[in-house]
């Protein structure tokens, strides 16, 4: 049987970099980006294993759509020749509005993307400013429309709560907006302001708790009602679009990112490539040269992995799945957690399932704390 893989490529260009952005990701000249998709190219060839059979490939950024469309298509046909890629494999790709042409999607289209995930971000030209983006709501409504002609029929829009200046009213008429063009995925996030971004330096109007945890409460009734399906703390989708991509993450699957910074889950091992531009253009052929930060995980970080972001998704974790894996059974490792926070009305457990409560999805942070394991367990096993 082929080893199942899951497949990230980061493209870390932008046109510009957003007030409150801190991702590895900025302008580049076409020179600059030539030599990269080289470099990827080389980087997909010195990890080329055709035993793997990679179901979910995801293009992120950075802006992949402000890229040459060929240059996409070409990494897609090195994933291709180096792996085993799935006939039915997910394909997505992110995209900015403002850098989207029908001419692009098309080419997209044809190298195989089925699925597009659009950072819109607010439905307010005001909030948009505020956020330093390049783009409009008009200019989403028009790289929308423009991505449904050409085909795409899974679509993805990130939308952010929490933006200085935005009130549980406007939040409210964003997702309400956005409901407008029926999208089959919607990643609503709260902004973090983030050390080393222009907003750090800024005093911020920015809405206080209260108002972030109504906000949370809203997105979950306001999608509901139109027919999405919570499915992680911050991911809804119609029926049978939760992006497989990400489950696989929470779910533990082994991926393998490339290009500059991506981060790698394989063989029980997590890695990221370098995170430095230069030293990526020399030497992504040498996969040894690229690889940093790696971190054997010993089964004491497995469980917690297992826990932490399995319970991010609302169908919790499996107590066999745990079992099978592990040769111990959830209650002999958690039973305090479990009951301490079943008592508290933050978890459930349903079915042979353990799972966040509505209530314990916004205390997420209280209940995780409770499963990190200590050293004392450790030296008993
Ligand atoms: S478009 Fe995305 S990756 Fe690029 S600067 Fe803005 S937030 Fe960062």
Redo the contacts with the bound molecule.
């Keep these: 049987m082929k080893r199942g893989l899951e497949v990230y490529i980061h493209i870390p260009f932008?046109?510009?970099?957003?007030d409150?952005?801190d991702?590895l990701?900025?302008p580049g000249t076409l020179e600059t980006q030539k030599a990269y998709f080289s470099a990827l190219r080389k980087e997909l060839q010195a990890a080329s294993d055709r035993d793997c059979q990679v179901d979910t490939v995801f293009i992120g950024?950075?802006?992949p759509s402000c890229a040459q469309p060929e240059e996409i298509a070409g990494i897609l046909e090195e994933v291709r020749k180096n792996f085993l890629l799935s006939e039915q494999a997910e394909i997505s790709m992110e995209a900015?509005p403002g850098t989207l042409t029908g001419e692009k999607l098309a080419i997209y289209r044809q190298a195989g993307i089925n699925r597009l995930s659009i950072?819109c971000q607010s439905l307010s030209d005001r909030e948009l400013k505020e956020l330093?983006?390049?783009h409009t709501a008009k200019e989403f409504e028009e790289s929308f429309y423009l991505a449904r002609e050409a085909g795409f029929t899974n679509i993805n829009v990130d939308l952010m709560s929490g933006i200085p200046g935005q009130t549980l009213q406007s939040w409210e008429e964003n997702l309400l907006r956005l409901m407008g063009y029926r999208p089959e995925h919607i990643s609503a996030y709260s902004l973090i302001v983030e050390e080393g971004t222009p907003f750090a330096c800024r005093n911020l109007d920015l809405p206080d708790e209260e108002t972030e945890r109504m906000m949370y409460e809203r997105t979950g009734e306001i999608l509901g009602q139109q027919g999405y399906q919570q499915y992680e703390i911050s991911n809804y989708a119609k029926k049978g679009f939760a992006c497989r991509h990400n489950i696989g993450y929470w779910e533990r699957k082994e991926y393998l990112g490339f290009g500059l910074g991506a981060a790698s889950l394989w063989n029980k091992t997590r890695f990221a490539n370098t995170g430095k531009m230069e030293i990526y253009l020399e030497n992504s052929g040498n996969l040894n040269k690229i690889r940093e930060n790696k971190e054997v995980l010993d089964q004491k970080s497995e469980m917690e992995e297992f826990l932490f972001l399995g319970l991010r998704m609302t169908k919790g974790i499996s107590e066999a799945d745990f079992e099978k894996y592990f040769h111990l059974s959830l209650t002999q490792v958690y039973k305090d957690a479990i009951q301490k926070h079943e008592a508290l009305g933050l978890l459930k457990r349903e079915q042979g399932r353990l799972f966040l409560t509505r209530k314990g999805i916004s205390l997420s942070n209280q209940v995780f704390v409770d499963f990190l394991l200590d050293e004392e367990w450790e030296r008993e096993q």
């Design positions: 932008c046109v510009k970099k957003c409150y952005c991702f990701s900025g950024g950075g802006t900015n950072g330093g983006r390049i």
